[in-house]
Each structure stands twice: as structure tokens, then as C-alpha cells.
């Protein structure tokens, strides 16, 4: 709100909504987090699926912006998709960054404080629990959770933890549904063989980016990066960015004669030219 600030450009959360409200007319950038989902068809290659979603969804603990927060997998394939993850998320080192573990502590005890209070409310709904729920002050050990329903805050809500639930779905439009009514667009990713379905889904998906077989990601710098709706305002990248951060102008030279003549015929012009 200081008068000598002139562009705002915000990485976090719902702290970005409150500044959109108070910035008036000063242009803004913002990524605001996401509930990057996870689109898996039955044709998916269920390897590369399962290790994308231990890449996607718990490097850095889950805390990314970009990392997968919730799969939505058909229905026929989701039993071999859940056991495959489960043999990964086992081998996980979990434990202090010093040890250059998998897991590590979530940034706040206030965060493992709202991380715990999505894991209670889906076990008191009836959610299934892959693995034993496990917590040491902020430390949070990995939990893939199966059979979540909407009716569940961890469906919607961004937990930004080592904690995934697995909706099954029983139609590619009830995926992309969900997907869509999320107040989050940041990315999503789709995991098919038949790679016009993939553009299908991806042109249905209302989120900035869409990864085909291989988990969200933020890019290089020079990648367009954005977010819909709550996920944000505008798109960061340095080509992007530096167009934010310039004003436009446009300066009207007029001269004292006319260096053209407006409704002259083709003729004359060339002759003047």
C-alpha cells in the first residue's frame, strides 16, 4: 500500500489474496499453491505412474506448490496402482535433512498441526489408511491414503505435507470434474498411452500447466509458469516476468506535413514512396 511500490510479484498462499484486495491498481504476479491432480487412465504404464507419484508427490515432504496432491485413477486399475506406490513410499528414509533423508520435518509445527487435523477428519469419514499414521512434533511420516471420497477435507484442501489421498474414479470426465471444481489451477498431469486422449484431457483441464506421463514440475526459468484461479494472478518466467514489470507508452510524432496520404490510391503512393 506504500506509494512507491509500483508492481508486486508473491510466492505463498492465501496471504497473496489478501494482498490482490488491497493493491488497488498495481499490477500483480502471483503463484498461490495448488491441488495438482493426478489423472490415471487404465492404459497408464502403472511403473512409471507409481514412481511419478513418489517423485510428484513426496519430494520435499509434499511441500511444493507443484507437487501431486491428489490421484484420481480409474477405478480397474487402482488396486495394482496403490500396491505399487505402497512397495515405494516403504523404502523411503525418513528422518533430520542431515541424513539426506526422504521425509523430513515440515516447516512449522502450525503445519503439522493442520497436516494431522486433514489425516483425522478422512480416518473419521472412513478414508483407507495404506500405512500407519505416524508423527514425531513436525516430523510426518509418508501416508498414501485410498478410497477418499469428496465428502473429505483432504479431497480439496492443500495439506503441502508427505500425505496423498487416492480417489477412485469411474469415467475420465468424473476425473477432470473434480479436477475442475477445485478452487485450485495451478498444474495436473494425465498418464495414458493413447496420446489423444491426453490432449483431450489437457485442453479439459482448467489448470496453467498440464504434464503428460511425468509429475508436475515448475521448469526451467524460461517456462511459462501460472496458475488459475486461487492458484494465482498472471504468469512468472523471465520473458513473462519482465513483461509484467514494463510499462507500456506510446509516443505520437506529427509532423508538419503529411508523410502520407490517407485514401490516396495505390499509385500515388508508390510515386511518393
Known amino acids: 500500500m506504500h506509494p512507491g511500490v509500483n508492481c508486486i510479484s508473491f510466492t505463498g498462499g492465501d496471504t497473496g489474496i489478501s494482498i490482490s484486495k488491497k493493491a488497488g491498481m498495481i499490477p500483480l504476479q502471483m503463484e498461490l499453491g495448488g491441488k495438482d491432480a493426478c489423472i490415471v487412465l487404465e492404459d ?9 507419484i513418489i517423485k510428484g508427490g513426496f519430494s520435499y515432504s509434499g511441500q511444493r506448490c507443484t507437487a501431486i496432491k491428489v490421484v484420481l485413477v480409474m477405478e480397474s486399475v ?12 516403504a523404502k523411503l528414509r525418513i528422518g533430520p535433512p542431515e541424513d539426506d533423508c526422504d521425509i523430513t520435518p515440515v ?16 480416518k473419521d469419514k472412513g478414508a483407507t489408511f495404506c500405512q500407519q499414521y505416524k508423527r514425531e512434533g513436525n516430523l510426518i511420516w ?3 491414503l485410498d478410497n477418499v471420497r469428496p465428502d473429505m477435507r483432504i479431497a480439496w484442501e492443500e495439506p503441502f505435507g508427505p500425505i496423498l489421498p487416492v480417489i477412485r474414479i469411474n469415467s475420465v470426465e468424473e476425473g477432470i470434474h473434480h479436477c475442475n471444481a477445485s478452487n485450485f489451477g495451478l498444474q495436473g498431469c494425465v498418464f495414458t498411452k493413447d496420446i489423444n486422449k491426453a490432449m483431450l484431457i489437457s485442453d479439459a483441464m482448467e489448470t496453467g500447466t498440464v504434464q503428460i506421463n511425468s509429475a508436475p514440475a515448475r521448469g526451467p526459468d524460461h517456462f511459462p ?4 484461479k486461487d492458484s494465482g494472478i498472471g504468469s512468472q518466467g523471465i520473458t513473462n516476468s519482465i513483461d509484467m514489470m514494463t510499462k507500456v507508452k506510446t509516443t505520437v510524432i506529427n509532423l508538419p506535413s503529411p508523410s502520407y496520404s490517407m485514401g490516396s490510391s495505390g499509385s500515388s503512393i508508390r510515386s511518393r514512396i
Open 44 to 52: 497408464a504404464d502403472l511403473d512409471l505412474v507409481a514412481a511419478n
Open 78 to 89: 487402482a488396486d495394482a496402482l496403490v500396491e505399487k506406490v505402497k512397495t515405494r513410499v
Open 107 to 122: 516447516v512449522t509445527e502450525s503445519s503439522a498441526n493442520f497436516i494431522e487435523g486433514l489425516v483425522m477428519d478422512a
Open 142 to 144: 509418508p501416508l498414501l
Open 225 to 228: 509458469f501460472q496458475g488459475l
